[in-house]
């Protein structure tokens, strides 16, 4: 539960950090990081890999993601993927 409460009261930002780290294959130790970070360059994620990120990002928002039209094609950097949680949280709130 404790876990829940920390999770719901992340940054739009926190919460794509702490999924990078999970889904990214490099990610470089300084922090925060950089917005202008590539998903794919920078951080080594894949198109596959970045679906499954916004679809948990989704989930743990608890909103469906296929109702709000995000075309990920257009999710480039880490600033991209922040823009994205953004819309998401704020869907959570409508």
């Known amino acids: ?10 940054t739009a930002e926190a919460r794509v950090e702490r999924l990078i780290s999970e889904y990214a294959e490099s990610v470089p130790m300084e922090r925060p ?10 951080l080594a994620i894949e198109s596959l890999s970045l679906v499954s990120l916004t679809l948990r990002l989704a989930d743990e928002l608890g909103v469906n993601v296929e109702e709000l039209d995000i075309e990920l094609g257009d999710v480039k950097t880490l ?8 819309v998401l949280a704020r869907a959570t709130h409508q």
């Open 33 to 42: 990081l950089d917005t202008r970070l590539s998903l794919r360059d920078d």
């Open 1 to 10: 539960m404790i876990t829940c409460a920390v999770m719901s009261s992340e």
């Open 79 to 86: 600033g991209d993927l922040v823009r994205v949680a953004q």
